[in-house]
């Protein structure tokens, strides 16, 4: 069983690296506040509702939490093997379990990859003084990177500038869910229209879901799973998605992953724009189960081209 235990503190690997960065920042300033170039980009507080129109999917990851607790561990190991993490570290100067935020948005065949926590000045890549190319990473700010699979990552960071995001996403991105790992839809999901989920889904028009790792009151480590959907919904949508919920969580894949435990936390509200649901799963059969499902090469190299079935994303 996976108790929970956020780990203290200790070395570079697990320890609240924003605090140290700050520490060691201070340090060598010697107590002299820190100054801005004039020039310097701005930070942009949210990516996810800066980037541009026309993503398929959107994931966004914080990995600070999840390191504190051994089912985030284990997750990120599973989404993210020891020779994919080596690579990442390699690319960006900095591992991927001190990052302050990953973003991963697919566009079609073309991937825009957002990597916050970094010292953008310790980039190798971007030591190299080569011209801006496909796979080279353009500075959004001077502690954020941008990769783009399929032409310049330059014209996105001009894009995101601009302070003109997608309206889905900057709907989706406001949403009651976690932050720690989230998955944003801004279009409605592609489902069946015959079957009953495509049925009570017909007028969806996004999705937000999100995983945390926390601890029930009996220790056990759990994961919060929360899922908001906006678009049109009938007035009978609560007591349809209740129905939903009970027929998923009686299926074997649902029984593996725990959900007849997370039954009992299930909370959830319907207006006639939004479905908010929210439960609390079992880490221990959660975890087992995804291990299970994923094949050991799921992981897809930072900055790789998305999914096919779609148009390249153009330029700004």
Not at 63 to 75: I, K, M, N, T
Not at 106 to 134: E, F, H, N
Not at 289 to 316: F, K, M, N, Q
Request: charged content about 20%.
């Amino acid at each position: 069983m996976i108790r929970a235990r956020a780990t203290v503190a200790h070395g570079s690997k697990l320890g609240s690296f924003v605090h140290l960065a700050m520490i060691l920042a201070g340090a060598s300033c010697a107590g002299v506040p820190p100054t801005r170039d004039a020039r310097e980009p701005q930070p942009i507080v949210d990516l996810v509702g800066a980037l541009p129109a026309g993503a398929d999917t959107v994931v966004v990851v914080r990995p600070a939490r999840w390191v504190a607790y051994e089912s985030g561990r284990q997750l990120l190991s599973i989404l993210v093997p020891e020779r994919a993490q080596a690579d990442f570290e390699a690319r960006f100067g900095a591992p991927l379990a001190r990052l302050d935020e990953l973003v991963v948005a697919d566009y079609g065949p073309d991937r825009i990859t957002i990597v916050r926590g970094v010292d953008a000045s310790r980039v190798p890549s971007l030591q190299t003084g080569a011209p801006p190319a496909p796979h080279h990473p353009a500075v959004l700010d001077r502690r954020t990177v941008l990769v783009r699979a399929a032409g310049s990552a330059a014209s996105i960071v001009r894009a995101m500038g601009d302070g003109f995001g997608d309206p889905g996403l900057l709907s989706l991105s406001a949403t009651e869910v976690g932050r720690d790992l989230t998955v944003y839809v801004p279009h409605p999901l592609p489902l069946p229209p015959r079957s009953g989920i495509g049925t009570l889904l017909s007028q969806q028009t996004g999705l937000a879901a999100s995983l945390e790792p926390g601890a029930a009151p009996d220790g056990l480590e759990t994961l919060q799973l929360t899922v908001e959907l906006h678009g049109r919904f009938p007035a009978s949508a609560e007591r349809n998605f209740r129905t939903l919920i009970d027929s998923i969580a009686a299926d074997p894949l649902g029984v593996s992953l725990g959900l007849p435990a997370a039954r009992s936390s299930l909370v959830l509200s319907a207006t006639d724009h939004k479905v908010h649901i929210s439960l609390q799963i079992p880490a221990d059969a959660f975890v087992t189960t995804l291990e299970r499902l994923l094949a050991p090469d799921v992981w897809r190299p930072i900055g790789a081209p998305g999914r096919s079935s779609g148009a390249t994303h153009e330029s700004h």
